[in-house]
């Protein structure tokens, strides 16, 4: 679809760890659930970068479910990486755990696919970007199921 | 469902404005996704907690599109409240709009469907809240909407 | 006093509200006096710039009672809007609500008149503003009074 | 007025020096005047619970007027001490500097006075202050300056 | 030393990726030193924590030197893990790096060794901790220095 | 060294108080030791700037030491002065208090001496720095020892 080398989801994989504040949390000392988004956002939007090699903006989230309470002062840990790309778009997967630092006990709490659109910064359009290509029997998952999820935001983007 | 007074969704609505700030947005000016995430979730767990009279968690994120750009200076504007309300579970429709405040053109960039679960504080279990009773023809649709949103909801926690 | 078509307050109303988070409160649970008057600013620069087309700077507070803590987990409500403009100069008046979001119930915290200067980008001096075009009975109350407050700021700034 | 031991507004001195980041300033690159309202508020809190020996609630501002612009990158340097004190309020004066800290050039950009009430953290209610000692010229004018600004106080408030 | 199970570096391996915005940095747009500390501190306060299962305090920073600005809009990019364990001591030893994002370039610009003290959240007195077991001979090089180190510390704190 | 004239470090001295607040501690109440650092680099980066005449990046820190726990409500006090300087090279020493602001008690908790490179903004080079002129015997002690810290400071970067 585009003459730029294919690059695998590896290259773009970010591992980010956050102590959760109280500034993060509402009064009953739950995280927010704005505040997971937001690194959600933040992990994902460093992947789509390193991926497109250019500055990437946020055009998706898919549906999030919130499986579990994250409190004060426990971890909130991201992991994310890109798993499809379009012309101009970047499929990129964030999965989020808490974890209680002091009995290392870890839930998974949320996952997440998003999309960005990389912008070539001269001209302020849409840039292209490299293909992925998956190495891994889980990346290679990844990458098929996109399709579907593709045609599931075209088709909610046609509704609106 | 339950003995509580139906509430319409007058009494939930919240008008939010948020001046983009530098630290808002990504280096190339635009406002990141995740902040646009964090004050919809603000605005809808204002909305939650009005109409349950009790604390609430966020429990999903429907999908969410970010159709425009938003720019540092810019006002982010938000207007939520609640659509469908469950045993114990709330549902809140958030719509955001970006202003250039010096011309006051205005664009609307994003609407997300958002869950909440109301907590009991005394004993930290899911709390029952009080069935919607929508008023405008506007309520109503929305209203009627939930059912279907909630039933997609439950299959995609189905296929996880 | 300009040539620029009058504006109603009407087009220059600001409604914000903020959730209260620990970081914005004292020891002992009670919002710092410092962050209400910053929603304050930040809720009246909106209104001023929508009223001016231009930048504007904060130029005066006129004095602010604190009537009623606000406390961590409470809504803190802001309504601002335009009530008078002289040549470079504009008067917002803002109006602060707490609310205990669980039970609806609402004080009348803080009022407060604050002047803005609109600013010529290019040029970085004053720039003319629109006169103010009062629509309510109380928007015309608030513009009537606004010269014998202006009076009194003159009268102020002489002194020191 | 109370039996606790005069003291001087030296030992409720503060000094506090904010460099201006990004986020504290408008577009324009000018500091937001809530933000310098924010940093008043601080000091005059501390030097306010120094005198009291107690925590201490924000009451009022008076009028305060923005002299001259701060700008990121510049130094807002801050000044405050307890001028006066009733049965359980205390009057702190803050004086408000912009330094451009390459050049060492200063403007003094606002002064503010700001009322306090001491509160016993056992009992929520107000608590008793020590009487204040003026030692120097300069505070033995603020000093006598008081009661006339508390008379406009409370003059204000009976309007209100 | 302790009859507590020596604990593999494996389990309090921190990977922290934070993105530089416009309140990190300086107005010249290098990331402030401070902010860097900073999040040394939360990774090297999540390894000590995962390692001691009991809450943790900063003791100590040797020294630490600046090799390469970081700039705004680049990743900082954090790996912690504990060195070496004393009766309720523990060594973090934290690499930093900075990352051009878009080109994929690394610079390393920091290394710090820190130290905490576990604290016994019941009588908030310190807390004995586990051995370290290193197991790579990265990880036994690194906990053989850090007797060394210690007495470095013994040795500066004596002269002060 | 250089033909600046000689500046003494009372023209470089920063204040800084600052309230600890519930984002700046760990979830036992204690302030975190990122955070007392960052501060240090604030003032410390102020003092540097202010002997420069131009702006300053932080080059290193010393080894520091938390000799007590910060709480929640109490202020970080900080002082800051350049103690000597090199041709392009500045030293700046910092001193740390703790405040119980209700009954006055203080306690030393830090030292910390740190290193800045003072950038013509111009080429973005090392730019020539003032020679330091000690005006008291604390002054004279710091800038004595100067040479011999420095000597220390290149020693650790060839072992690295």
Chains 1, 2, 3, 4, 5, 6 share one sequence.
Not at 102 to 129: C, E, L, N, S
Request: proline share 8%.
């Amino acid at each position: 679809m585009n003459e730029l080398s294919p690059k695998p989801p590896r290259l773009s994989t970010v591992d980010m760890t956050e102590l959760v504040l109280p500034n993060d949390a509402n009064p009953i000392g739950n995280m927010l659930g704005g505040r997971v988004l937001h690194f959600i956002d933040m992990a994902a939007a460093i992947s789509a970068i390193r991926h497109a090699g250019n500055p990437c903006v946020t055009a998706s989230f898919d549906s999030v479910d919130f499986h579990h309470p994250i409190h004060i002062g426990e971890a909130c840990i991201l992991k994310s990486k890109v798993t499809w790309a379009g012309h101009t778009s970047i499929e990129v997967f964030v999965e989020v755990y808490a974890e209680n630092i002091r009995t290392g006990q870890r839930r998974h709490t949320t996952t997440a696919f998003t999309t960005f659109v990389a912008i070539d910064p001269a001209t302020g359009k849409p840039a292209p970007v490299p293909p992925v290509a998956p190495e891994t029997d889980d990346e290679r998952r990844l990458f098929e199921g996109a399709l579907q999820r593709r045609a599931e935001r075209m088709a909610r983007r046609g509704e609106h």
